[in-house]
């Protein structure tokens, strides 16, 4: 009697050792697919395309204000003198430069997930004068009748009213409520992708010029 032909026997080994190689193949394509996805929703990724996506929106107006200035000019000529006041309103609006923002501006501590954003100064843009609420006051009828004085007090009053909304936008409070309205925005538009990845992180936002810590 003939031995069984050595082909047959060997198909099942081959069967075995074609599927191992196949599972291997499926085992490592899942790995390098988990880690694939891993890296996609790494923190510095994460904040990396917040950042972008904060550059694309350009600017940030995160506080409006509105004030009124209240001004008065006076002239004298020929034993004459004529006053005008100018009582004008105007809004100005508190603007971040977020194409500003650099990598460089981006701090990811990784031992206490936390990102410290540098921001650049807040601008003003404005005031925007609300026209239809100017009201005026005027004293020196005669000297203003007779001579050019009208025209120019008006020209002084513009300039000073402007220059006094400028002046109010610019203090204390308004500023602090401004770059804590500035803040908040820009925590918030990168902690709320961080969260959405599933990444417990805080973020600090401040500016150049406040102290860390």
Known sequence: MTDAPAAPRLLPRVILLAAAALFALAAW?????????????????VVAAS?????????LVPFTARYVAVVTSTQSRL????????IMPGTVRYELDLARLRQ?????????NALTVTLPP??????EIDLDAISEYRDGEILLTLTDAEKTLD????????EELIRQAKGATPMRLARGAARTAVE??????LKAAGIDARVTARFADTPAG
């Not at 394509?29 to 990724?45: F, I, L, N, S």
């Not at 950042?51 to 600017?59: F, R, W």
């Not at 807040?122 to 005031?127: F, I």
Request: hydrophobic share 45%; aromatic share 10%; proline share 5%.
């Open 29 to 45: 394509w899942v790995v390098a697919a988990w880690r694939d996805w891993q890296r996609g929703y790494d923190p510095e990724t």
């Open 51 to 59: 950042l972008q996506g904060l550059q694309e929106q350009n600017v």
């Open 79 to 86: 034993g004459l003198s004529a006053k005008k006041t100018l």
């Open 104 to 112: 460089a501006d981006l701090d990811w501590d990784a031992a206490t």
């Open 122 to 127: 807040l601008r003003l843009a404005g005031p």
């Open 155 to 162: 020209a002084a009053n513009r300039k000073a009213a402007q």
């Open 188 to 193: 918030q538009s990168f902690a709320m992708p």
